[in-house]
């Protein structure tokens, strides 16, 4: 790869002493995968239906005012449809999903909506589930983007929070 | 980037993000100074087991500097929470690249995989405590 070097997103300290950062990227925004011809592209289908099928939970739970159990819906549900957007992109799949936007605001309680330790649940799963095709994924861009998705549900399984909003 | 090369920046940004953590703990307390303290620990496995993947490859790891200069002033639990986050910030990009140049199946990618997980859990706790109102979506990923 010939990637630029782009050392200032990692320098967070300035070292006193000179220390040689080779800090090439190995990401480059304006390729895409194709889907057709991409061996990665059974992996990040289903971690794209893995993404879909969080935001559904996500959205019932909110419509059904489920039991949050110290979950902020909403800003794990930001993360999913973040996720969605960047999957479609790899895939080269069109952009703007309706199922990526804003939250429904209100419909009726349901009583199938997941609780938020089964999100929690969920979000662990999936997280394995993700780290499983990152391992295996034959190209370096595709197993960056699904380890980083998965370890985003990794922590989301584990974060909690104060009534006052802040982390435990 | 080959792996050696991203073993190699992924061991520098170590080398500051253990420095930082020092700053880090020095001013928080409670719960979140016993986060700092593991999350050192950690940091530390993190750096010694890079050194090894590096000399397995017939790399010199760099050493540590004395000190290094912070990004940012630091003088209360916010700002240390602030530097938390940029330390794992930073970790996460470097562990990014760390995957993207492992073969699949590698010790390197699954360590990196497993090292981001853990960077991206520390790195939503410290910018929550520092005020955020939102979680990173795609740690490590390239601005």
Redesign the interface.
């Known amino acids: 790869?010939s990637?630029a070097v782009?050392p200032s997103?990692?320098?967070?300290?300035?070292?006193?002493?000179a220390?040689?950062?080779?800090?090439?990227?190995?990401?480059h925004?304006g390729v895409r995968h194709r889907s057709a011809a991409d061996p990665d592209a059974p992996a990040l289908t289903a971690a794209l239906a893995a993404e879909r099928g969080l935001l559904a939970d996500y959205d019932r739970a909110r419509s059904a005012r489920a039991s949050a159990g110290g979950m902020p819906f909403d800003?794990?549900r930001?993360?999913h449809a973040?996720?969605v957007q960047?999957l479609e992109s790899a895939l080269n799949l069109p952009a703007a999903s309706p199922s990526t936007g804003a939250p429904p605001t209100s419909t009726a309680p349901t009583s199938t909506a997941p609780s938020g330790p089964s999100l929690r649940g969920r979000e662990a799963d999936t997280?394995r589930s993700l780290?499983t095709w990152?391992?295996?994924?034959?190209q370096?861009?595709t197993?960056?983007?699904l380890?980083?998705?998965?370890?985003?549900h990794?922590?989301?399984s584990?974060?909690r929070f104060h009534r006052s909003g802040?982390?435990? | 980037?080959s792996i050696l090369?991203?073993l190699?920046?992924a061991l520098?940004?170590e080398?500051?993000?253990i420095?930082?953590y020092g700053v880090v703990g020095a001013h928080v307390h409670g719960?979140l100074q016993t986060s700092a303290r593991d999350a050192l620990t950690a940091h530390d496995e993190r750096r010694d087991r890079l050194v090894r993947q590096i000399q397995r490859r017939g790399g010199r790891p760099?050493v540590a500097?004395?000190?290094?200069?912070?990004?940012t002033p630091v003088d209360d639990g916010v700002t240390a929470a602030r530097?938390g986050a940029?330390?794992e910030?930073?970790a996460?990009?470097?562990l990014?690249?760390v995957?993207?140049?492992?073969e699949?199946?590698s010790e390197d990618?699954?360590l990196?995989?497993s090292w981001?997980?853990e960077?991206?859990?520390l790195?939503?706790?410290w910018r929550?405590?520092a005020g955020a109102q939102?979680?990173?979506?795609?740690?490590?990923?390239?601005?």
């Open positions: 790869m990637d782009r997103r990692r320098v967070v300290l300035l070292g006193l002493l220390v040689p950062l080779a800090a090439c990227r190995g990401h925004p800003l794990f930001a993360t973040a996720h960047a997280g780290t990152a391992l295996g994924a034959r370096g861009k197993a960056a983007l380890a980083s998705i998965g370890a985003v990794l922590a989301q584990h974060l802040g982390p435990t | 980037v090369t991203a190699l920046a520098a940004i080398h500051q993000v420095y930082g719960r760099p500097a004395s000190a290094y200069a912070l990004s530097l940029q330390l910030a930073a996460a990009g470097a990014w690249d995957i993207a140049a492992s699949r199946q990618r699954r990196g995989a981001l997980a960077s991206t859990r790195l939503d706790q929550l405590v939102d979680l990173v979506a795609l740690p490590g990923q390239p601005s």
